[in-house]
Structure formats: C-alpha cells, structure tokens
C-alpha cells in the first residue's frame, strides 16, 4: 500500500504544497499501489498534483525537505524494503538522498556515502541557511538475520554535495 510520510506547505503561498509517498520499492513496475510512490506538488491548493518524482527513478520516498525560499529545490529520502513474505531478500532502492532544484524535471542522487539499506527518513533543511541540511537515517530492516536497527545523522554545509556523519554517541 502507498501511504503518505511528510508534507511541506509553503509559509508564503499556502496554495503550494508537496508530500512525500512511499509504497514497496520492489514493486515500482507493477500496476501495484507502487506505481503511485514518489513526490507529489501542488499549486493550486490540492486541486491538482503532479507527480515529480516518479516510478522510473527509485521512487519509494519516505522524506522530503523543500526550500522555502525557493521551493523549486526540493530533497527526497529513499527507502529501502523487505520483499513481502521474503525476509532474507532485501532490495533497496537505487539511491537514499534525490535532489531537484527545477521542481522535479530533474534529479540528481545525492553522494551521502552510506549504505543503499539505509532509509532517509527525515530531512532537515535549515532555512535561514538553506545549504545546510540535516538527514537522519536508519536501516530499512530489523531482525537477528540482519542485526540490530542503525541509526545516523548527516549532515551537509553545501546543498548536498557533501556529507558528514553525526553518528558518535548513537
């Protein structure tokens, strides 16, 4: 099933909007709720929304982070899944941090340097300095096979085109 994660509102136009959706990333090419995974935006008030990050891409988004001083930038959070009724079989998405900075026509994998099990599950953007933006992180599975869940932080002064971990003290 495809259910929503975060939602952004714009603080100076409340008839814009994007929501991050996610679904079973293993699923993307099938006629399943999958299909309908990715980032949504509106700009009319909920009128109409426009899938701007989509199936062709690794597209079960669990977070996102927009600009608000320039909402065409736009941050999405991968999310890594178990097969359903195969444990042992772990597929992930092809990347953890997507960035658009041309409200979706475009997208570029991020180079966070963390594992592809990871799940982006928040992002964080400061927005007196919008190059600067948090990403919490943890394992998409949990279970003796696996370990235990990891958590961790990243962090990036430049808009994503670097990171560094937060991770001591975890």
């Not at 899938?51 to 996102?64: C, E, G, N, W």
């Not at 869940?149 to 990171?163: I, K, M, N, P, Y």
């Amino acid at each position: 099933m495809a259910e929503p994660f975060q939602m952004w509102v714009s603080p100076t136009d409340p008839d814009r909007a994007c929501m991050a959706l996610s679904g079973q990333p293993n699923r993307l090419g099938s006629n399943g709720p999958a299909k309908f995974a990715g980032v949504y935006c509106t700009r009319d008030g909920g009128d109409l929304w426009s899938q701007v990050l989509h199936d062709d891409m690794s597209s079960a988004i669990s977070s996102l982070g927009v600009v608000n001083s320039d909402p065409d930038t736009i941050y999405a959070g991968a999310n890594a899944s178990l097969q359903a009724g195969q444990r042992s079989n772990v597929t992930f998405t092809d990347g953890i941090v997507y960035k658009t900075t041309d409200g979706g026509a475009t997208w570029d994998e991020l180079p966070t340097g963390v594992l592809p099990n990871l799940r982006a599950f928040s992002i964080q953007i400061d927005q007196s300095n919008p190059e600067r933006l948090f990403v919490a992180m943890r394992t998409g599975v949990s279970n003796d096979q696996f370990g235990d869940e990891q958590l961790g932080v990243l962090r990036s002064e430049d808009g994503g085109a670097t990171f560094v971990s937060l991770t001591n003290g975890f």
